[in-house]
């Protein structure tokens, strides 16, 4: 199984960035996947869920309001789209995905740099 994220970069705060995530060589389905964000030294923080079958969505309250994930019209895709940056957002973003088993399948992660 394959995570890939893609879309991160450099933004001024009070920008946008959309982050892409593909998952591939399962043969399973995945019933949650998400995005989880860490900066160097402190806690790795949850940031976005959605679910396969109602798409039923959660937010960490840093974020509420000004992210959205959604999940793509192919199969095993998820997307966030971060408005409103603030420098506090900089960090890696690892996207993840939960199969049946409550296993996680995570990403490389994407650097997300906003410059205030």
């Known amino acids: 199984v394959q995570v890939v994220e893609s879309g991160g970069g450099l933004v001024q705060a009070g920008g946008s960035l959309s982050l892409s995530c593909a998952v591939s060589?399962?043969?399973?389905?995945?019933?949650?996947m998400g995005w989880y964000r860490q900066i160097p030294g402190k806690q790795r923080e949850l940031v976005a869920t959605?679910?396969?079958?109602?798409?039923?969505?959660k937010y960490a309250d840093s974020v509420k309001g000004r992210f959205t994930i959604s999940r793509g019209n192919t199969k095993d895709t998820v997307f966030l789209q971060m408005n409103t940056l603030k420098s506090e957002d900089t960090a890696v973003y690892y996207c993840f995905a939960e199969d049946r088993w409550q296993i996680q399948w995570w990403g490389q992660g994407t650097q997300v740099t906003v410059s205030s």
């Open positions: 959605i679910t396969s079958g109602s798409g039923s969505t």
């Open positions: 060589g399962s043969t399973f389905s995945f019933n949650v």
